[in-house]
C-alpha cells in the first residue's frame, strides 16, 4: 500500500545529542514531503517541507531534513536537542499526481514522540 | 506568516447533543480547507476536503450526517459534531491553504478536544 512509515514509536536523547527521525515512503514518484511538530494538545507546527530541488532541507528551530530518493527516506535531523523539543513529530506526504490517492491531501506518519533528558 | 485560529479549543457536552466547531483563516483566503480527528497517541486521520461554496468531500468510513461541513466563506468553516456519542470524543485539528496545491502549503489550527460526556 502507498503510505508513510515512521518506524520509531519513541525516540528519548539527553539534551545536547544529537537527533535523526525516520521516515519513509512508499510510493511509485517522489511525493511531496513535509515534516510537522505537534506539542501536547496543540495543533501542528510545520518544520520544513520538500517539493524538488536541494535534497537537504533547512527548517526552522536548527531541523534540516534530507531526501534520499534511492532510499525513500525523508529523515528529520538536529545537531544538538533542547529540551523544549520534546513533542511528537509527523511526517507527512502529499502523494504525486497520477498515484491514485487524493490531490493535495496530506497523509501523515503514524508520528515519533521525542523525550529529552536534561 | 499564515494563520488559522480554531475555536474552541476544548469542549464538553452532554450525549445526545450537537457541536460546532469554527476554523478561521486570518490573513489569507483558504481555497481548501481539511478536516482531521485523532485519538490519543495517534495519527492524524482526514474526515473530509471542504471547498469553499461547495460542498465537501468525505474519507470513506466518515458520516457526513454525523460530521457536518460548511464552507461558506474563504475565511470560514465549520465542523458540526450532530448528535454526539462518547465514542465521538477526540482532537479534532482543521487546516487551510490559500488554494489548492501544495506550493501554498498547509496551516494547522490549534484543534478542539471534544469531551462527549
Known amino acids: 500500500a502507498q503510505s508513510v512509515t515512521q518506524p520509531d514509536i519513541h525516540i528519548t536523547v539527553s539534551e545536547g545529542a544529537s537527533l535523526e527521525l525516520r521516515c519513509n515512503y512508499s510510493y511509485g514518484a517522489t511525493p511531496y514531503l513535509f515534516w510537522y511538530v505537534q506539542s501536547p494538545g496543540q495543533g501542528l507546527q510545520l518544520l520544513l517541507k520538500?517539493?524538488?530541488?536541494?535534497?537537504l532541507v533547512q527548517g526552522i528551530k536548527g531541523f534540516e531534513a534530507e531526501f534520499k530518493r534511492s532510499q525513500s527516506s525523508f529523515n528529520l535531523r538536529k545537531p544538538s536537542v533542547h529540551w523544549s523539543d520534546a513533542a511528537e513529530y509527523f511526517c507527512?506526504?502529499?502523494?504525486?499526481?497520477?498515484?491514485?490517492?487524493?490531490?493535495?491531501?496530506?497523509?501523515f506518519g503514524k508520528g515519533t514522540k521525542l523525550s529529552v533528558i536534561p | 506568516g499564515a494563520v488559522v485560529s480554531q475555536h474552541p479549543s476544548r469542549v464538553i457536552c452532554k450525549s445526545g447533543t450537537s457541536v460546532k466547531i469554527e476554523c478561521r483563516s486570518l490573513?489569507?483566503?483558504?481555497?481548501?480547507m481539511f478536516w482531521y480527528r485523532q485519538f490519543p497517541k495517534q495519527s492524524l486521520m482526514l474526515m473530509a476536503t471542504s471547498n469553499e461554496g461547495s460542498k465537501a468531500t468525505y474519507e470513506q468510513g466518515v458520516e457526513k450526517d454525523k460530521f457536518l461541513i460548511n464552507h461558506a466563506s474563504l475565511t470560514l468553516s465549520t465542523l458540526t459534531v450532530t448528535s454526539a456519542h462518547p465514542e465521538d470524543s477526540s482532537f479534532y485539528i482543521c487546516?487551510?491553504?490559500?488554494?489548492?496545491?501544495?506550493?501554498?502549503?498547509?496551516?494547522f489550527g490549534s484543534g478542539t478536544r471534544l469531551t462527549v460526556v
Open positions: 490573513d489569507f483566503q483558504a481555497t481548501t
Open positions: 520538500y517539493f524538488s530541488g536541494d535534497t
Open positions: 507527512a506526504v502529499v502523494p504525486p499526481r497520477g498515484s491514485g490517492a487524493g490531490s493535495y491531501q496530506l497523509t
Open positions: 487546516s487551510a491553504s490559500p488554494r489548492q496545491g501544495t506550493n501554498y502549503g498547509y496551516t
